[in-house]
């Protein structure tokens, strides 16, 4: 595994990028979208954390066994989502009551 | 030469055919049991056969604890009435058992004796990748031990092992919180055997061992090492927290002060499901060397039952909802977990059908450890096959908390690995101490285990069926015949348990010399003195054939398993 050197322009760059939308975050908060509110933050909030481990956490530059770990971790925490609100969205599905 | 005074070792120079037909003596070598005879180095030792051997004194200890807890709790059971122990006494005595059998016997029994012992021999390394961390496991194991140990001895935990709420929050009084914090740090100890596992498979292969090369005991190991990293830290998080809310009454599983009690039993099973193959997947390694070694055939379908191991790993972190189809789970996510739990079942068939499939034209010879792995076959089946009634949603609710899970586990658990470890440890026994066991007594005990094991445990089936609950000391008088017949086969149980410790001890002293490679075996671990010498190989072995790769039967003579007057035993033959 190569170290691969990180010009310090760059982490400046992605870190103006994260202030930037975390400004957007905060401003999107005052206007109402609607059913658009939780898509535009999670979608803002998806950029930057892939922003932190692309650049911050040097995943862009790793190996292919990083990049093995780390899809499997997410695809991982989807599964767990899934299983979570398989039990929690179907409560009211059946009743027990006669 | 002689100067060398090892309880293992006495002079011994008659030329021995080895494998390839060349005659060399046979030396008191110096080994890893006889480099050294100070206390110290036996507790500040960082040779992964020492340690594996610590661990095999005291897991062995434990064993023998709780088998005396399983004996007092079959002794209660023999008359309907609880006339032997009061009730809170004999919740007591199946918590103890459990929690003794589960944390310190089941879990660490085969990974960290045979998979310590065995890992670096096998796949040609000089020890495990950090020597230091698999000390300081077994030191994180005596101090877990030693804390259950006092909490049990200073009153007890009577909430069962697994410590659901709320017997083990607000209505407990017992020493739960002492029996947690000893399983945090017996957790620890299987994380840190799990993660040096899994970086010396990744980086200390002998050159030429290839993953595809390796034998199906180390493939079984690592995906044991996946679990132990990856699920062991949610049981501890798991007891930290309801040791949490016993203590600052934070509200985490107690609805009264705005906890879950059903989130217990999600977060408790996530990881104790998983455990189940923590206990099962060692044996299946186990399992796959002896049915090579004594079929004589490469196994059917490597590469599946490699892939099968690494399957069960990850799929069993699916599962655990199958814990709660009675408890407030959802029935679509029931339906979910129950099509999950019969999935899982697909790769442990693999195994199962693979292994019958290599015995197959096999030249099988039946020596002690086949006897266990063919038992093993037939009630891994069973204890398999039964766990689908309990992952069928309507049959679970009947079956629920009755004898037959208490069967359908033991069969499992005991069936399974039990007979694969002792299986394991008599087919390693030459590798490890250089010396022979008896093999008639080997047989005997081996036939005693299995029935007395299926005489203790079908009775159980039946029970569970008929409705019996489980963990209550008294029952109704037509279930007493049934009962009966359970604690009589407990007793020959326990002889067929007793008759190998004594054997297995005198062999020490009075057994034959082992050969190096007493079974004709293939991997690498025969391939070196028995015992090996403290780094395992004199020169870094150079793999150039595959796994089970064995000779055909014309080249092979008659190498080993001398019986005491130097006569081959019969099943040595090369197809016998
Ligand atoms: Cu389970």
Known sequence: ?98 | MSSINSPFDKPFEQPVDSPGGRMRPVPAERNYLNADYSVRSWLLTKDHKRIALLYLFSVSFFFFIGSIYAMLIRLELLTPKGDLVQAATYNKLFTHHGIIMIFLFLIPSIPAILGNFLVPLMIGAKDLAFPKINLLSWYLYMIGAVIVSSAIMIGGVDTGWYFYVPYSSNFSNTYVTLAGLGIFVLGFSSILTGLNFIVTTHTMRAPGMTWFRLPLFIWSHYATSLIMLLGTPVIAITLLLLVFERTFHVGIFDPTIGGDPVLFQHLFWFYSHPAVYIMLLPGMAIISEIIATFSRKNIFGYKFVAFSSIAIAVFGFLVWGHHLFSSSQSVFAGMIFSFISFAVAVPSAIKVFNWTATLFRGSISYDTPMLYALGYIGLFAIGGLTGLFLASLGMDVHLTDTYFVVAHFHYVMVGGTLLAYLGGIHYWWPKITGRLYPEGWGRFSALIVFVGFNLTFFPQFLLGFLGMPRRYHAYPPEYQVLNVLSSAGASILAIGFTIPLIYLLWSLRYGPKATDDPWMATGLEWRTSSPPPTENFVETPIVTWEAYEFAPQETMKVVGKLTPDDKPDRSSYSGN
Do not use: Q
Not at chain 1, 2 to 31: C, D, P, Q
Not at chain 1, 34 to 63: C, D, E, Q, W
């Open chain 1, 1 to 98: 595994m190569s170290e691969h050197i990180v010009s310090k322009n760059l982490y400046f760059l992605i870190f103006g990028a994260l202030m930037v939308l975390t400004a957007i975050t905060v401003g999107v908060a005052f206007v109402n979208l609607g059913p658009l509110n939780n898509v535009v933050a999670l979608t803002i909030a998806v950029i930057k954390a892939l922003l932190v481990i692309l650049y911050f956490m040097h995943v862009r530059y790793s190996s292919r066994l990083t990049w093995l770990v780390i899809v499997g971790g997410f695809f991982w925490l989807a599964i767990m989502f899934v299983l979570t609100s398989s039990d929690y969205l179907t409560r009211g599905w059946v009743s027990f009551t006669r």
